[in-house]
C-alpha cells in the first residue's frame, strides 16, 4: 500500500485471551469500543474516555494500557488481555482473593484492578504494599476505600483460586462474614452494568445539552437537520413530551423538566435529544444542530441569589429559598449568655461529585405496550414514576429493570436518563441506549451542597455543654431535587451524638444556576459535623480538657433527649468514643514524641463523632419483600433493594435466611425489577439493612408459619430443602412435604408470603419536635496525620473507626462500608472541590487514589438495637461524616490553625499557617 | 456529519515528512495518550488526518554514542525511558521524570517525542530538557534540524516545529562525570500533573557547586529557566542563604496560574522550598554516588 493513501477502513487483527481476531474498523476507532462493541467483551469498563479513571485498563503486551486511549492501529499485531481472559475457566488466584477479601464493592472498577493487579503479579507474586499501590495508582476506585484490593492483591498468593464462599450453616447466617452473593460476575466481567446490555439494533441517544450557566434558547429547524443526516433518525424536544415535563426527587417539589422548555437554569441541562444509528450519532458534529442560544445573567453564590433584588430561578420561591429547616430547643441564647465557655465560628464547604466509576447508562425498549428500561439506579420503583409521569403513561405500562449500577452514592436516586430513553423508545419503537460522557455526568447529575454554616457553642466550667445555634445555607444549585431533605436533615443532627438541652438550629437550601445539589452520602450532616466537632475542639481547649474526654463528657446515652426531644434507646456513642481511648492516647503520645524532634513536620490527632437517623425523616418510608417456595423446591426471596455495591444482595439474604430457618445457601435471589420485586424503597440514607432487612425478616417468619402450620408442627420444628420437597423436622419425628403435589399461585409458588415494614416516626412540630427517625446509628473517627508545615501538604498515617451497628450482619461487608465512606470523607476533607466549567473531568477533579488511604482499623461496636432487625442498624451515610471533622482537627492540633474553608487543600492550610504566624 | 479522520500509517521518515508536507492539517499521531483523549470528546476535537508514526523503527530506539551523548527515538514509550539504564548521574533525571508521568497504564503508550510536541508546561519532559541542555532533532522537507530544547518550547502548548517536520529524536549531551540530577515533582495526588516540578543537574567538588541548571515546570507558559539563579549557586556550598538567594531569583523569572492545582501565590511559594528539596536530594545523590 502506499503510504500516500490514507487508509479508510481495515481489517484490524490482533490478539484477545489467546484468540486471534480479526475486525474491520477505522483505524482510530479505540481499543475499548473494539472489544465492546465488535466484539462483545464487555467486561472492560469505559469511565472516564481520558485516560483519568484506569477502568478500560487492558494488558497490551503484557503491559496495563488504556483500552479508551489506544487506536485499534496501535492495537494491530499486539497481543490483549481483558478481564475475560483471567478466569480460563475457574477464578485465578487474584479474582478469588478479591472476593474473600470483600476488594469489590459495585465491581465497576474491578476489570481494570484486575488486569492491572495481574500484570503486576506476574512480575512479583509477592509484592510488597508500595509495589502494589505503584501499580494500581492509575485505577480509581470511589467504593472501597482500597484498603481490601491492596490486602487482596498482596495475598494472592496464598490462593490457589478455590474460592471459599464462608457459606454459614443454617441459623448462623446473621453475623457470618460470608462473601458476597453477587460478587463472582464482578471479578469474571461478566456483570452487565448500565453500559453493558446494548440491544444490537438500539438507537443511539445523543443529548443536546446547555454550554450556558442561564439562558433562553430558540430551536432552528430540526427536521431539515435530521434529513440532511443519513443515519440520524429524529430530534425531539420539549414539545414532544406527552406527558408532565417536570420531574423531581420529592414529588411535592418537583421541577425540574426532563428536557428544558424555552430556558436554562444551569449548564448541563438537557434542551434536546438526537436519535441516530451508533456510528451516525458517534461522529455527529454538534456544531451544526440548530439552536440559537441567548445567555443571560447568572449566579454561582447562594448569598447573590438571596438577596432581595436577586433574578428569581422559580416561582413561588420568594428569595430563592427552596425550603427552610428548623429545628429548637430550650432558650439557646439565654444558656449561651449564662455559660461559662462560648465559642463560635464558620465553615465553609464546596461542592462535591460522587465520581462513580460508572457514568450513568442504560437502554429503553418497548415490551408490546410496557415501556421497559434497563438503566443503572438506586430507585427503581421511584424511577418508574418520574418516567410514567413525563411520558403520560401509567405506571403499570413502565418497567424499570435495574442494571448493575456502578456507584451511587446519592446521585443515581434521582431519574437522569431514563426519562430520556424512554422518550426515544416510546416514540420510535425502537430499543434506545445512551451511556453518558464523563463530562456530561459530571455537569448534569447532582453534588454535594456547598455549605456556609456559623455556629455558637457554650459550656458551663464543668465542661458540660449547655447550649448550642447554628445557621447553615445550603447552595442547592437549579432545580429542588433533595435540596428539602437536607435543609430538614440538618437542623436534626447539627448538635452531634451529644446531649445539647438548648439548640437552635435553621437550614436554608437556596437556589442558584449552579449544578443541582441533591443526596450524597450523609444529606448535609458531613457538612455540619465539620463546624460542630471543630468547634468542639476550641471549646476543649477552653475548658482545658482532653478532647476525647469531653466528648465523653457530653455523649447522649440511653434515656437522653435528643435535640428534637426524643427519647434514645440503644445509644451506642459512648461505647464508640470507649473503644476509640486507647488508640487516642497512643497517637498523642506518639504525636507528641514526633514533635519534639522534628520542625518542618508535624503530626497532629483529631477526633469526630456521628449521629445519623435511619431512613426518611418523620415521612412514610416502607419497604415491602415478598418470597415464596416454588414447587422444585427453591426458597425465593424477591429483594427489590437496589445492591449498588454497598451488600444488601447479601445481607438481606442473610436476615431472610435465618428468619426462615434455612442455610444462607439456599436462598435464590429474585430481582430486583419493578415487575417482579415489591417496592423496597430506595437504597438511600442506609435504610436497606433496617427497613427492608426487617421487611425481610416478617417476611420469612410469615413464610416459615405457613410451612410450619401447614405441617402442623410446633415453631421450634427445622426446615430443609430438597429437591421438590420441603423436609420439616421436629425431634425425632420427620414430614416430608411434596411440593409438587401441592397447588401453586400464578408464580408458581406452593408457599409465599409478602411483608411491609414502615418505621415508626413522629411528625416534627413547628419547632421540630418529635420523632425522625426510629432508629440510629453512631461513630467516632480518630486521625492521624503529618503536616508539612514548609509545603502545607497533609500525609495521613491512620483512621481507626469505632462504629456501632447494633449487629454487623456481615462484618465484611460492614468493614467495606467503612473503609470506603472515609475514602469520601478524605475526599471531601482534602481535596475534592467541583467547580462548574472547570473540573467537569477526573483530572482536573480528584478523588483519592490508592496512594491516598491510609490504614484504617474498624472496630466495630454493637449495641443492639430493639427496632432493627436483629438489632441491626443502619451504617452507609455514618462512616463518611465523622473523616472529615476528624482530619481538620488533626490538622489544627499539627498546626495550630482552623482551616475554616473545605477541602483543606496545601494552599489553604499554608494559607492558614501563615496568617498565623507571619 | 463530521469527516472520517484520515490515517496514514508510513513506515519511514521520509514517508511520514512526505504525507506532512502532501495533507494540510495532518496531524502526528505518536502514543496517543493526549491525543486520543481530546478525539475522544468528540468530531469537534477530531484533527482531520493523522499521520501515525508507530511502524516506523527509526523512532523507537535508545542509544548511546561514543561521546556519551543520549539518543532517544521520538516514539520511545515512558516506561522505556523509566527502565533504561542509560539514564545515570546528570542524565538520571530524566529516567525519574519518565517514571513518574501519570501512572502505569499512560506510561506504556505514551512516548517522549509526543509529549513534548504537545508542549503542556504542566508536563514532565519540558523541564528535564532544559535542566540536560537537550536538542530536539527534527526532520523536514528541507533536511534535518537540531533545536535545542530552549528554543524548541516557544509559548504555551507551543513549539518551533513546522506543520510539515516531525520530531524523530531528542538528543541528551553528556554531563559531566562527578554531575548528579534530580527531579521533584510536587502534586496534588500520585498521577497528577505537577503543580510544580524542579529539573535540576548540578555538578558538586567537595562540597562546592561548580555547574548547575535548574529548570521549572508549571511555572508559566514555557519553562523556566533563570541564569542569574543559578550564577548566585555556583562557587558556593549551597547554603541555605545561598539557595534562597537563588529561589527568589526563580520566582522572579516565573510567572505561574491561578489553577485547580493551586493558586499562583502557592505555586510561587512552593518554588523555593522545592527549590532547597532538590538541592538537597542533589547532594544526597552525590555522597552516594562517591561511596558507591
Redesign the interface.
Given at each position: 500500500m502506499n503510504?500516500?493513501?490514507?487508509?479508510?477502513g481495515q481489517a484490524i487483527t490482533f490478539e484477545v485471551n489467546g484468540e486471534p481476531v480479526s475486525v474491520r474498523a477505522?483505524?482510530?476507532t479505540?481499543l475499548s469500543s473494539l472489544l465492546r462493541d465488535e466484539l462483545g467483551l464487555t467486561g472492560t469498563k469505559v469511565g472516564c474516555?481520558?485516560?483519568d479513571c484506569?477502568a478500560c485498563?487492558v494488558l497490551?503486551d503484557g503491559?496495563?494500557?488504556?483500552a479508551?486511549?489506544?487506536?485499534a492501529?496501535?492495537a494491530e499485531g499486539r497481543s490483549v488481555r481483558t478481564v475475560e481472559g483471567l478466569a480460563n475457566g475457574r477464578l485465578s488466584a487474584l479474582q478469588a482473593s478479591f472476593l474473600e477479601h470483600g476488594a469489590a464493592q459495585c465491581g465497576i472498577c474491578t476489570p481494570g484492578l484486575l488486569v492491572?493487579a495481574t500484570a503486576l503479579l506476574e512480575k512479583n507474586a509477592r509484592p510488597s504494599e508500595d509495589a502494589v499501590?505503584?501499580?494500581l495508582?492509575?485505577v480509581l476506585c470511589r467504593c472501597t476505600g482500597y484498603r481490601k484490593i491492596i490486602a487482596a492483591v498482596m495475598e494472592a498468593w496464598r490462593h490457589d483460586g478455590a474460592l471459599d464462599r464462608r457459606l454459614p450453616e443454617s441459623g448462623k447466617a446473621v453475623g457470618a462474614a460470608a462473601v458476597r452473593l453477587d460478587g463472582v460476575p464482578k471479578v469474571t466481567g461478566a456483570e452487565k452494568f448500565g453500559a453493558d446490555g446494548f440491544p444490537e439494533n438500539a438507537l443511539s441517544v445523543l443529548v443536546v445539552r446547555s454550554p450556558h450557566y442561564k439562558a433562553r434558547f430558540r430551536l432552528g429547524d430540526l427536521d431539515g437537520f435530521v434529513q440532511k443526516?443519513?443515519?440520524i433518525v429524529a430530534v425531539f424536544t420539549a414539545a414532544d413530551i406527552p406527558g408532565k415535563n417536570c420531574f423531581g426527587a420529592i414529588p411535592s417539589f418537583a421541577d425540574q423538566p426532563a428536557l428544558a422548555e424555552n430556558s436554562v437554569r444551569f449548564r448541563g441541562e438537557a434542551v434536546a435529544l438526537i436519535a441516530g444509528e451508533r456510528t451516525?450519532i458517534a461522529?455527529?458534529?454538534?456544531?451544526k444542530f440548530p439552536i440559537e442560544w441567548s445567555e443571560e445573567p447568572h449566579t454561582l453564590d447562594p448569598c447573590e441569589a438571596a438577596k432581595e433584588d436577586a433574578a428569581l430561578l422559580h416561582d413561588g420561591r420568594p428569595g430563592n429559598v427552596l425550603t427552610k429547616g428548623m429545628v429548637e430547643r430550650g432558650d439557646p441564647d439565654a444558656a449561651l449568655k449564662g455559660a461559662a465557655h462560648v465559642v463560635s465560628g464558620a465553615i465553609e464547604t464546596a461542592y462535591v461529585e460522587h465520581a462513580y466509576i460508572e457514568p450513568e447508562a442504560g437502554f429503553a425498549h418497548m415490551d408490546g405496550d410496557t415501556l421497559v428500561v434497563s438503566a443503572c439506579t438506586q430507585a427503581p420503583h421511584m424511577d418508574r414514576d418520574d418516567t410514567a409521569l413525563v411520558l403520560g403513561l401509567p405506571v403499570e405500562k413502565v418497567r424499570i429493570v435495574p442494571a448493575a449500577t456502578g456507584g451511587g452514592f446519592g446521585s443515581k436516586i434521582d431519574v437522569s436518563l431514563q426519562p430520556l430513553i424512554g422518550l426515544v423508545a416510546l416514540k420510535t419503537g425502537r430499543p434506545a441506549a445512551l451511556a453518558y460522557?464523563r463530562?456530561e455526568s459530571m455537569m448534569s447529575t447532582t453534588k454535594r451542597h456547598p455549605a456556609s454554616m456559623t455556629a455558637a457553642i457554650g459550656a458551663d466550667t464543668d465542661g458540660k455543654v449547655l447550649g448550642m445555634v447554628f445557621s447553615g445555607d445550603f447552595n442547592t444549585g437549579a432545580y429542588a431535587s433533595f435540596g428539602p431533605t437536607v435543609a430538614n436533615r440538618v437542623p436534626v443532627h447539627a448538635s452531634g451524638p451529644y446531649l445539647t438541652p438548648n439548640y437552635r438550629a435553621e437550614g436554608r437550601a437556596i437556589h442558584t444556576n449552579g449544578p443541582v445539589s441533591g443526596a450524597f452520602r450523609g444529606f448535609g450532616v458531613p457538612q455540619a459535623t465539620i463546624i460542630q466537632e471543630t468547634l468542639y475542639d476550641e471549646l476543649a481547649g477552653k475548658l482545658g480538657m482532653d478532647r476525647l474526654a469531653f466528648r465523653l463528657k457530653n455523649a447522649l446515652t440511653d434515656g437522653d433527649e435528643t435535640v428534637t426531644g426524643q427519647r434514645l434507646e440503644s445509644v451506642g456513642i459512648l461505647a464508640c468514643l470507649e473503644a476509640l481511648q486507647p488508640h487516642w492516647t497512643r497517637a498523642l503520645a506518639e504525636a507528641e514524641a514526633f514533635n519534639a524532634a522534628h520542625e518542618s513536620r508535624k503530626r497532629g490527632v483529631g477526633v469526630a463523632s456521628c449521629w445519623y437517623g435511619c431512613g426518611n425523616t418523620s415521612i412514610a418510608n416502607p419497604s415491602t419483600i415478598k418470597a415464596g417456595i416454588s414447587r422444585d423446591g427453591g426458597a425465593m426471596l424477591h429483594q427489590g433493594a437496589v445492591d449498588i455495591g454497598q451488600g444488601s444482595n447479601t445481607v438481606i439474604a442473610q436476615i431472610f435466611a435465618d428468619a426462615l430457618g434455612v442455610p444462607l445457601a439456599e436462598i435464590k435471589l429474585v430481582g430486583a425489577d419493578t415487575a417482579i420485586t415489591p417496592d423496597a424503597g430506595k437504597t438511600s440514607a442506609s435504610r436497606q439493612t433496617f427497613i427492608s432487612g426487617k421487611a425481610a425478616e416478617k417476611a420469612a417468619k410469615a413464610l416459615r408459619e405457613k410451612i410450619l402450620r401447614f405441617a402442623n408442627v410446633s415453631p421450634e420444628a427445622a426446615l430443609a430443602f430438597e429437591p421438590g420437597v420441603v423436609v420439616v423436622r421436629e425431634d425425632e419425628a420427620v414430614r416430608r412435604i411434596d411440593l409438587a403435589s401441592l397447588p401453586a399461585d400464578g408464580e408458581g409458588y406452593v408457599f409465599s408470603a409478602v411483608e411491609t415494614y414502615d418505621p415508626p416516626t413522629l411528625p416534627l412540630d413547628e419547632k421540630g419536635q418529635g420523632k425522625p427517625y426510629a432508629v440510629y446509628g453512631w461513630g467516632a473517627q480518630v486521625a492521624e496525620l503529618e503536616v508539612d508545615m514548609?509545603?502545607?501538604t497533609v500525609k495521613l498515617i491512620k483512621i481507626t473507626a469505632a462504629h456501632d451497628v447494633g449487629r454487623a450482619i456481615n462484618p465484611l461487608l460492614v468493614e467495606g462500608q467503612i473503609e470506603g465512606g472515609i475514602a469520601q470523607g478524605i475526599g471531601m476533607a482534602l481535596?475534592e472541590?467541583y467547580?462548574p466549567g472547570?473540573?467537569e473531568n477526573l483530572?482536573?477533579?480528584?478523588i483519592?487514589?490508592i496512594?491516598?488511604v491510609p490504614p484504617i482499623e474498624s472496630i466495630l461496636v454493637e449495641v443492639p438495637d430493639p427496632e432493627g432487625p436483629y438489632g441491626a442498624k443502619g451504617l452507609g451515610e455514618h462512616v463518611l461524616i465523622p473523616t472529615a471533622p476528624a482530619i481538620l482537627n488533626a490538622i489544627r492540633h499539627a498546626t495550630g490553625v482552623l482551616v475554616t474553608k473545605v477541602p483543606a487543600?496545601?494552599?489553604r492550610v499554608?494559607?492558614a499557617i501563615r496568617e498565623a504566624r507571619p | 456529519?463530521?469527516e472520517?479522520?484520515?490515517?496514514?500509517?508510513?513506515?519511514t521518515i521520509a514517508?511520514?515528512v512526505?504525507?506532512l508536507a502532501?495533507?494540510p492539517d495532518a496531524c502526528c499521531?505518536a502514543g496517543?495518550?493526549t491525543l486520543?483523549?481530546g478525539?475522544?470528546?468528540?468530531?469537534?476535537f477530531?484533527p482531520p488526518?493523522?499521520v501515525?508514526l508507530?511502524r516506523i523503527d527509526e523512532l523507537k530506539g535508545i542509544t548511546q554514542r561514543p561521546d556519551g551523548t543520549v539518543v532517544v527515538g521520538a516514539m520511545v514509550t515512558h516506561?522505556t525511558v523509566a527502565q533504561s539504564e542509560l539514564f545515570g548521574g546528570g542524565l538520571e533525571v530524566v529516567r525519574e521524570a519518565a517514571g513518574c508521568i501519570?501512572?502505569?497504564?499512560?506510561r506504556?503508550?505514551g512516548t517522549i517525542g509526543g509529549s513534548i510536541c504537545h508542549a503542556d508546561p504542566a508536563a514532565d519532559y519540558p523541564a528535564v530538557l532544559i535542566a540536560t541542555d537537550a536538542t530536539v532533532v527534527v526532520t523536514g522537507p528541507s533536511g534535518i534540524r537540531e533545536i535545542p530544547a530552549a528554543e524548541f518550547f516557544v509559548d504555551f502548548m507551543t513549539t518551533s516545529i513546522e506543520p510539515d517536520e516531525l520530531v524523530t529524536a531528542i538528543t541528551f549531551p553528556p554531563a559531566p562525570a562527578d554531575a548528579v540530577s534530580v527531579y521533584e515533582k510536587?502534586t496534588?495526588?500520585?498521577?497528577?500533573?505537577a503543580?510544580v516540578s524542579v529539573a535540576l543537574a548540578l555538578s558538586l567538588r567537595h562540597g562546592r557547586c561548580e555547574s548547575v541548571r535548574i529548570a521549572l515546570g508549571s511555572c508559566g507558559p514555557t519553562p523556566v529557566r533563570a541564569a542569574a539563579a543559578e550564577q548566585r549557586l555556583v562557587q558556593t556550598s549551597l547554603d541555605e542563604s545561598d539557595v534562597q538567594d537563588a529561589g527568589r531569583i526563580l520566582c522572579d523569572a516565573a510567572a505561574p496560574m491561578d489553577d485547580?492545582r493551586?493558586?499562583a501565590?502557592?505555586k510561587l511559594?512552593?518554588i523555593p522550598?522545592l527549590l532547597g528539596r532538590t538541592i538537597q536530594r542533589a547532594q544526597e545523590r552525590a555522597v552516594a554516588w562517591r561511596v558507591e
Open positions: 503510504a500516500h493513501d490514507p487508509i479508510v477505522h483505524p482510530v479505540r474516555d481520558a485516560g484506569g485498563t497490551l503491559e496495563p494500557a488504556c479508551c486511549l489506544v487506536p492501529a496501535s492491572t499501590k505503584d501499580a495508582g492509575g443526516r443519513p443515519g451516525a461522529s455527529l458534529d454538534l456544531a460522557t463530562q514548609k509545603l502545607g481535596m472541590e467547580i472547570r473540573t483530572h482536573d477533579y480528584l483519592p487514589t496512594g491516598d487543600t496545601p494552599t499554608l494559607a | 456529519m463530521a472520517p479522520v484520515e490515517f496514514y500509517e508510513p513506515r514517508e511520514a512526505a504525507v502532501s495533507v499521531l496517543g495518550q486520543v483523549a478525539m475522544n470528546m468528540g468530531p469537534l477530531r488526518a493523522l501515525s508507530q516506561r501519570a501512572h502505569p497504564a499512560i506504556t503508550m510536587f496534588r495526588a500520585s498521577g497528577d500533573f503543580t485547580v493551586g493558586t501565590d502557592y511559594m512552593l522550598r
